[in-house]
């Protein structure tokens, strides 16, 4: 799986703060809002050709990463 950390950002300054991608003002929440929608990796990096795949799948694997935190403590209560 790709870490994730070499590739989202958190700015205080960006997006309110949100995690996005590489310090651009493109928020994980995007990424992963356009991926749902029935967007391929192809789809948005043609309409962001700022993005790469790489930047995609870290999108995924820190979605996934948050998920996996968020059952831990749910499971510790």
Not at 54 to 69: F, G, P, T, V
Request: hydrophobic share 45%; proline share 4%; with cysteine.
């Amino acid at each position: 799986m790709i870490d994730f950390r070499q590739y989202i950002t958190l700015e205080a300054d960006k997006r309110g703060g949100k995690p996005c991608v590489r310090g651009l003002r493109i928020a994980v929440q995007d990424v992963l809002g356009w991926l749902a929608s029935g967007q391929t990796p192809d789809d948005i990096v043609l309409d962001y050709p700022e993005l790469t795949r790489d930047d995609i799948r870290a999108c995924l694997a820190w979605a996934a990463a948050r998920e996996q935190s968020v059952a831990w403590v749910q499971a510790a209560a």
